[in-house]
């Protein structure tokens, strides 16, 4: 069965494995330092950042010629994401009826929101 990447790796009404994403703040500048972009890094450069165990010349080829598994929908960020560039927190079925769960994310986020599966906020940000 083919399914997307959102659909494989965020939380959704058709899994229930995934059950945290992360929204980025969309005027963020983080996208700048993505990997999977050739225009950001060279490509002798990028070798570096590369597991040895994964065919470097596929990767490097993939970044350059987009199909149906290495898209741009996708990013590779280097140095991680500060968390100023985090606006919100997007929780699946299970996580969203949890309240230490609920309770632990607002801690370690304080200024971002938490909304559920159905677009609802259920957390305010600040």
Do not use: W
């Not at 330092?33 to 450069?45: A, E, K, V």
């Not at 080829?61 to 741009?72: A, C, L, P, Q, V």
């Not at 140095?79 to 919100?88: A, Y």
């Amino acid at each position: 069965m083919e399914q997307t990447k959102e659909a494989r790796f965020l939380p959704s009404l058709i899994q229930d494995i995934v059950e945290i994403g992360i929204i980025f703040n969309g005027d963020c500048k983080l996208l700048s330092g993505d990997i999977l972009n050739p225009n950001n890094i060279d490509d002798c450069l990028v070798k570096k950042f590369i597991n040895q165990d994964y065919d470097i010349n596929s990767f490097i080829s993939g970044r350059h010629n987009k199909d149906d598994y290495f898209t741009d929908r996708e990013s590779a960020i280097i140095f991680g994401i500060p968390s100023n560039f985090i606006e919100g927190i997007l929780v699946g079925r299970t996580y969203e009826k949890d309240e230490n769960i609920l309770n632990e994310i607002k801690r370690l986020l304080p200024n971002c929101y938490i909304c559920n599966l159905d677009g609802r906020v259920i957390v305010g940000n600040g």
